[in-house]
C-alpha cells in the first residue's frame, strides 16, 4: 500500500518535527537517514500510532490513520533492542501479533518465517539465552507474521557485530524481495543504506533535507547538511566566477558555470587523488599539499592535506598507502577531475 506523510508535525518536551513530507510506493525500500538527534525514531513511532501528531496526517493507500491504535493501522515496527516479551518462549513471541490482527494461513506463514531466518531449533527458547542476532531474527519474524503493509526498522543492525550485521542484511533483502510488504528502515549509516535501500530520506532536526533515489542523494546531495552527512568531506564555501570557484586564493576549475555567484563546492574524498610527483592527466585541478595528520583504519586510510590554509580529506586504498609513505609536515600532489567537484547553490 502506498504511505504519504503530508506535513506532519509532532511536538516533545525540547524537540519537534516539522512539515515533515514523504511518499513510498507499495512495495518500497526506503532507508531514513540522518545523524543522531535528528528526529527519526521520532517519526517511527508517530508513523505507528505511539506518538501524537500536533498538525498533519499520514495516510495508507488514501485512508487517514490518525484515531487508529497502533494495531489498526496494519504497520510493525522492529527496535533497536529488540523488545522481546523476557517470560515468552521464543515461540510465543513470534506468535504474539497474531492475538490481535488475525491473518488468513497463519500457520504456513510462521513455518515460511522460521525456515527463512533459522529459528525452527530455537521455538522453545527464552530471549535471555539467545544471542543478538538470535534475537533480532525473532524480532523480524514477529514483526512479519502479522504480514504488515509497513514494516518500520529502527536501526535494527546498528548493535550487532560485523558478522550478525551482515547476516542480517541478507535476511533483510531477502525478506523484502518475496514479501511485498514496505520497508522504511532507520540508520545513520549510510553505506548500511546504500546496500539494502532504493530510495532514501535524509533527516536533520526534525525535518526531511532532502528525498529521493538513494544514488541521487549519494550524487547530487541539495545542501551541505546532507553533502557532510552522505561524506563529501571536503565541503567549503565559495565565490563562483565564470567556470571556476574561488577561495582563499585557490581558483578550483568547474568545467561549467554556475548559475549563482555564492554557494559551496563539495568533493568526495574517494575523488582526490595523491601521488609523491605531479600528474600527467586531464584532471583539470592539481596542486601541490602538505600533509597534516595520517588515519589508518585497516584497509583504507584518510589523509588530511592543506593547500592555501584549507584542508581537504582523501581516502586512499592500504597499497596506496605503502606507496605513499605520507607523513605530516611532507609534501604530495593532489589532483581531481572538474566532474568530481559538485556545485551547491
Known amino acids: 500500500m502506498n504511505l504519504r506523510?503530508?506535513?506532519?508535525?509532532?511536538?516533545?518536551?525540547?524537540?519537534?518535527?516539522?512539515?515533515?513530507?514523504?511518499?513510498?510506493?507499495?512495495?518500497?525500500?526506503?532507508?531514513l537517514m540522518g545523524p543522531t538527534g535528528a528526529g527519526k525514531s521520532v517519526l517511527l513511532e508517530a508513523l505507528v500510532?505511539?506518538?501524537?501528531?500536533?498538525?498533519g496526517e499520514i495516510y495508507l493507500d488514501g485512508k487517514p490513520l490518525s484515531?487508529?491504535?497502533?494495531?489498526?493501522?496494519?504497520?510493525s515496527i522492529v527496535y533497536q533492542d529488540y523488545a522481546l516479551f523476557p517470560h515468552l518462549s521464543v515461540r510465543d513471541n513470534i506468535a504474539y501479533g497474531l492475538r490481535f490482527r488475525k491473518v488468513g494461513r497463519s500457520d504456513l506463514r510462521m513455518a515460511e518465517l522460521l525456515s527463512r531466518l533459522g529459528l525452527e531449533a530455537l521455538l522453545d527458547r527464552f530471549p535471555s539465552t539467545l544471542s543478538g542476532g538470535e534475537q533480532q531474527r525473532v524480532a523480524l519474524a514477529r514483526a512479519l507474521v502479522i504480514e504488515p503493509e509497513i514494516l518500520l526498522l529502527d536501526e535494527p543492525l546498528s548493535a550487532l557485530d560485523p558478522n550478525f550485521r551482515q547476516d542480517l542484511r541478507r535476511h533483510l533483502k531477502d525478506l523484502h524481495g518475496v514479501g511485498g510488504t514496505t520497508f522504511l528502515l532507520v540508520t545513520h549509516d549510510f553505506p548500511e543504506a546504500l546496500s539494502l535501500a532504493r530510495h532514501a530520506a535524509v533527516m536533520v532536526n526534525g525535518r526531511i533535507e532532502q528525498a529521493g533515489k538513494i544514488e541521487d542523494i549519494f550524487l547530487h546531495p541539495v545542501s551541505p547538511l546532507v553533502a557532510d552527512f552522505v561524506g563529501m568531506k571536503n565541503l567549503f564555501a565559495v565565490e563562483f566566477s565564470e567556470t571556476s570557484?574561488?577561495?582563499?586564493?585557490?581558483?578550483?576549475?568547474?568545467?561549467?558555470?554556475?548559475?549563482?555567484?555564492?554557494?559551496?563546492?563539495?568533493?568526495?574524498?574517494?575523488?582526490?587523488?595523491?601521488?609523491?610527483?605531479?600528474?600527467?592527466?586531464?584532471?583539470?585541478?592539481?596542486?601541490?599539499?602538505?600533509?597534516?595528520?595520517?588515519?589508518?583504519?585497516?584497509?583504507?586510510?584518510?589523509?588530511?592535506?592543506?593547500?592555501?590554509?584549507?584542508?581537504?580529506?582523501?581516502?586512499?586504498?592500504?597499497?596506496?598507502?605503502?606507496?605513499?609513505?605520507?607523513q605530516p609536515g611532507t609534501s604530495l600532489h593532489l589532483a581531481f577531475k572538474a566532474t568530481a567537484v559538485h556545485l551547491i547553490g
Do not use: Q
Open 5 to 31: 506523510i503530508e506535513n506532519l508535525g509532532v511536538e516533545l518536551d525540547g524537540f519537534a518535527l516539522k512539515e515533515v513530507n514523504l511518499e513510498l510506493e507499495k512495495g518500497d525500500f526506503c532507508a
Open 49 to 55: 500510532g505511539l506518538v501524537p501528531l500536533k498538525t
Open 67 to 75: 484515531g487508529l491504535p497502533p494495531e489498526k493501522r496494519g504497520i
Open 245 to 326: 570557484a574561488r577561495i582563499k586564493g585557490l581558483e578550483i576549475e568547474l568545467g561549467r558555470k554556475p548559475d549563482t555567484e555564492r554557494g559551496y563546492i563539495a568533493i568526495r574524498p574517494e575523488d582526490l587523488v595523491l601521488s609523491r610527483e605531479p600528474l600527467s592527466s586531464s584532471m583539470r585541478n592539481s596542486f601541490a599539499a602538505r600533509v597534516r595528520e595520517v588515519r589508518s583504519h585497516g584497509f583504507y586510510a584518510e589523509i588530511d592535506l592543506e593547500i592555501n590554509r584549507l584542508v581537504f580529506t582523501a581516502v586512499v586504498t592500504s597499497r596506496a598507502l605503502l606507496d605513499l609513505k605520507p
